[in-house]
T-cell receptor, first 110, second 113 residues
Framework: DAKTTQPNSMESNEEEPVHLPCNHS???????IHWYRQLPSQGPEYVIH???SNVNNRMASLAIAEDRKSSTLILHRATLRDAAVYYC???????????FGQGTRLTINP | EAQVTQNPRYLITVTGKKLTVTCSQN?????MSWYRQDPGLGLRQIYY???????DKGDVPEGYKVSRKEKRNFPLILESPSPNQTSLYFC????????????FGSGTRLTVV
């Protein structure tokens, strides 16, 4: 299974937008792109997902490239509570399996 | 509150002593999965279930068993634990259909000595 590729770490300031990139160049046409985040000592938390179109919810926005080989998670106004490891994943339909990469550790400066 | 509940949160055991980690969800979800998380290896799927009595292996099933006799429960069984099964384990569930994400439990930290 080809994993997704993300920067190991990123840093941003409170109340500024954050753009977290992800490369998934080998994604198949039916695999959904999911984003999760994990705070210390907690399980992963669902953030957002999409297939082809850009998506918005109360937590974030997801921008998917037209060729689907990359996507960007957008946190519009970061808060200190957004500091976490963010995982860009694919969901393999048959096994309902999330394929996790190493994730991006996001640090938010006050 | 909609949630996935795992027990215990922490467990230290000895090699070879059978143990069960329980997982229960109160959302009537069809899909359930077990993952283990290890430094440098990330999260990997152990087993999954698409509904009652329907289970299948994930990427790292060796040394584990599961059962799905009821929709809400999906226990992970280690018949003869070994030190290489020391890890952080997560159970997750979601409904059928493409429009949903997974809900994860809080995790079980298992140490096998």
């Amino acid at each position: 299974d080809a994993k997704t590729t993300q920067p190991n770490s990123m840093e941003s300031n409170e109340e500024e937008p954050v753009h977290l990139p992800c490369n998934h160049s080998t994604i198949s046409g039916t695999d959904y792109i999911h984003w999760y985040r994990q705070l210390p000592s907690q399980g992963p938390e669902y953030v957002i997902h999409g297939l082809t179109s850009n998506v918005n919810n109360r937590m974030a926005s997801l921008a998917i490239a037209e060729d689907r080989k990359s996507s960007t998670l957008i946190l519009h106004r970061a808060t200190l509570r957004d500091a976490a490891v963010y995982y860009c994943t694919r969901i393999i339909q048959g096994a309902q399996k999330l394929v996790f990469g190493q994730g991006t550790r996001l640090t938010i400066n006050p | 509150e909609a949630q996935v509940t795992q027990n215990p949160r922490y467990l230290i055991t000895v090699t070879g002593k059978k143990l069960t980690v329980t997982c229960s969800q109160n959302m009537n979800h069809e899909y359930m999965s077990w993952y283990r998380q290890d430094p440098g290896l990330g999260l990997r799927q152990i087993y999954y279930s698409m509904n009652v009595e329907v289970t299948d292996k994930g990427d790292v099933p060796e040394g584990y068993k599961v059962s799905r006799k009821e929709k809400r429960n999906f226990p992970l069984i280690l018949e003869s634990p070994s030190p290489n099964q020391t890890s952080l384990y997560f159970c997750a569930s979601r409904p059928t259909g493409p429009g949903y994400g997974y809900t994860f439990g809080s995790g079980t930290r298992l140490t096998v000595v």
